[in-house]
């Protein structure tokens, strides 16, 4: 029997776990990334958005949602009241895939381990998944259009799903219907946390 203790499990953290993306070679996205994409935003956060993959910009930049998309989902998130220095945002993928492609299985399993330890770390309130991509390699989903605006819940963790801002380049009828979500999900979010005039009974 040993008299050596056994060792305690170290600390982790969001600059932790962003450090390890920043240096990654888990897969073939390492070798053609710029920069890698961690995620940025507030551990106390409420809200989690997660997409599909850095693009163009974000590769150049090292920051998630900072072109066009990035632009779109700015905007939104003012109208709906939800301050984007208050969220945290990240993708299922930190490195882009060339040519913005569909990240293919085993870079989405090569992230996750980094993205499940962002989600432990925060434990948002909800988090928001945006577009198919994102819903199929969080939840196993199907067609986001099908099932935007619905509230799904899976190991007590709550997922608002909704279409990715970059849909909203090509279809501008899309604006209007991710800014119909996002005030549901801010609106989600506020009665969460709100009170009842029970409690003050």
Not at 81 to 89: A, H, K, L
Not at 96 to 117: K, T
Not at 137 to 153: D, H
């Amino acid at each position: 029997m040993s008299d050596v203790p056994p060792e305690k499990p170290s600390e982790d953290s969001l600059e932790t776990v962003a450090a390890e993306v920043v240096g990654c070679p888990m897969c073939k996205l390492a070798r053609t990334r710029r920069n890698a994409v961690p995620g940025e935003g507030q551990l106390s956060a409420k809200i989690m958005f997660i997409g599909e993959a850095p693009g163009k910009n974000e590769d150049e930049k090292g920051r998630p949602f900072v072109g066009a998309a990035g632009r779109i989902l700015d905007d939104l998130l003012k109208k709906a009241g939800i301050e984007r220095s208050q969220v945290f945002i990240t993708n299922v993928v930190k490195c882009r895939p060339p040519d913005n492609r569909v990240p293919e299985e085993d870079e989405v399993a090569a992230c996750r381990a980094y993205l499940d330890r962002q989600i432990a770390l925060i434990r948002p309130k909800v988090i928001c998944v945006l577009g198919r991509t994102a819903y199929s390699s969080l939840l196993g989903g199907g067609s986001i259009t099908a099932n935007r605006g619905k509230i799904v819940e899976k190991s007590g963790q709550k997922y608002f799903l909704t279409i990715h801002p970059a849909a909203a380049i090509y279809r501008k009828s899309l604006t209007a219907v991710l800014e119909s979500d996002l005030k549901r999900l801010a609106q989600e979010v506020k009665e969460s946390e709100g009170t009842s005039m029970e409690d003050y009974l």
